[in-house]
């Protein structure tokens, strides 16, 4: 079946504007996860939702950052007023529960680049 | 705070060499351990998942060992082919927390 996809795949914006991510998580898949992967570290996490409700959103660097799930499924992480330093790769995780042991699986992520 | 580092940060080997990549983490109380493949513009790809309780995992020419008590994990690939370049991140999950290396660049030279 399909994978987890994100859309757009890169996005350019200006300091100061808004944009918004999607993340499509596999279908059936409950939780969902937003990272931020800077050039040459590892990705770190913002938020993970279970179902429509954010279970943890101890990783959002600050309130220009917030995320959504209204129906469950399709995500989508809101930035206001970018800054330089919210470049980065933005991925986004499901798995099928929150359970130990359960898999996350990628999607490809998007690239923001504000300039 | 957990803290995960991963050693070395860079590997350039020849084909056909055995490695090993290293994981070190601070704190002993996660649920698991995994180690994902990154290739260079896309996302991860879950290799092995080690649970709290086991101490090892092996997936054909990939073997990945957890030592909990002593924060550690190590990651051998056997035979190793040009198309395993890719950088190779770690990851322990403290309760759905789960927090990553900075990861090893693999090189394989043919």
């Known amino acids: 079946g399909a994978g987890v996809s994100q859309t757009p795949s890169n996005k350019v914006t200006e300091k100061g504007k808004y944009v918004e991510l999607r993340c499509d998580p596999i279908?059936?898949?409950?939780?969902l996860y937003w990272y931020r992967q800077s050039l040459g570290q590892g990705p770190e996490f913002l938020i993970y939702?279970?179902?429509?409700?954010?279970?943890?959103d101890s990783g959002l660097p600050n309130d220009r950052f917030f995320a959504v799930r209204p129906e469950g499924s399709v995500s989508t992480l809101k930035i206001q007023r970018t800054e330089r330093g919210d470049s980065a790769v933005y991925l986004c995780?499901?798995?099928?529960?929150?359970?130990?042991?359960?898999?996350?699986?990628f999607g490809p992520g998007t690239r923001l680049l504000v300039l | 705070k957990q803290e995960v580092t991963q050693i070395p940060a860079a590997l350039s080997v020849p084909e056909g060499e055995n490695l090993v990549l290293n994981c070190s983490f601070t704190?002993?109380?996660?649920?698991?351990l995994q180690w994902f493949r990154q290739d260079p513009g896309k996302g991860l790809t879950s290799l092995l998942l080690?649970?709290?309780?086991?101490r090892e995992q092996t997936s054909g020419r990939l073997n990945a060992s957890l030592d909990k008590s002593s924060g550690r994990s190590t990651l051998y690939i056997a035979a190793s082919q040009p198309g395993d370049s890719a950088t190779y991140l770690c990851a322990v999950d403290n309760n759905n927390d789960m927090r990553f290396g900075a990861g090893t660049r693999l090189t394989v030279k043919p």
């Open positions: 279908s059936g898949h409950t939780a």
């Open positions: 939702f279970q179902g429509t409700g954010a279970a943890d």
């Open positions: 995780a499901s798995s099928l529960t929150t359970g130990r042991g359960e898999t996350q699986y």
């Open positions: 080690i649970q709290s309780s086991q």
């Open positions: 704190d002993s109380a996660i649920y698991n």
